[in-house]
């Protein structure tokens, strides 16, 4: 496992700047969370499936539990990103999802994979949204691209979590 301390801003009422409180002088406050990157883990389906439905919003072609199930049966590729708990605290909060959220995740599909139903329908969404675009010249150097060996990067996360995180 890599545990890494970060020390990450969050807007709070004392160092929000809408406050119309007269802590307004007062500075900023820092709370030191530690985050660690590990393999997605069948305990992460929700919290995967949750990042996946923020980046598919509006898709009704991509299927992100199947999605999700396949990104869960790829050991060993890809990381999600959680707050780091010390071991005391994870075994009182065993069953408790919201203690260990999945913040992010980073991982890679293979498009060339047509058997999956989820590869399928990520790849009639790149194929949607690319026509969409009405330029047939995209539309053929895409459709070349998954005619090969191609990976699909999934590089998710909330977005008030810092990029220098991930």
């Known amino acids: 496992m ?8 969050l807007e ?4 929000s700047s809408d406050s119309d409180n007269e802590s307004e002088n007062e500075e900023g406050k820092d709370i030191q969370v530690e985050f660690e990157a590990r393999s997605p883990e069948g305990e992460d389906y929700q919290g995967i499936k949750r990042l996946l439905q923020q980046l598919f919003l509006r898709s009704q072609v991509v299927d992100c539990s199947r999605v999700t199930d396949t ?14 708990l010390p071991d005391e605290v994870e075994q009182q909060q065993d069953g408790n999802e919201e203690t260990n959220e999945v913040y ?11 058997t999956k139903e989820s590869v399928i329908g990520l790849r009639r969404f790149l194929l949607d949204q690319t026509a969409k675009g009405n330029d047939r010249q995209v539309l053929k150097y895409v459709t070349d691209l998954l005619s090969g060996r191609i990976g699909f990067l999934v590089n998710e996360r909330f977005i008030n979590i810092p990029a220098q995180v991930f």
Do not use: E, F, H
Not at 71 to 84: C, P, T
Not at 105 to 113: E, G, R, W
């Open 2 to 9: 890599i545990k890494q301390a970060r020390v990450v801003p």
């Open 12 to 15: 709070t009422p004392d160092n």
């Open 71 to 84: 990104i869960l049966a790829q050991r060993g590729i890809g990381s999600v990103i959680k707050q780091s």
């Open 104 to 114: 992010a995740i980073s991982t890679v599909l293979n498009l060339a994979d047509k």
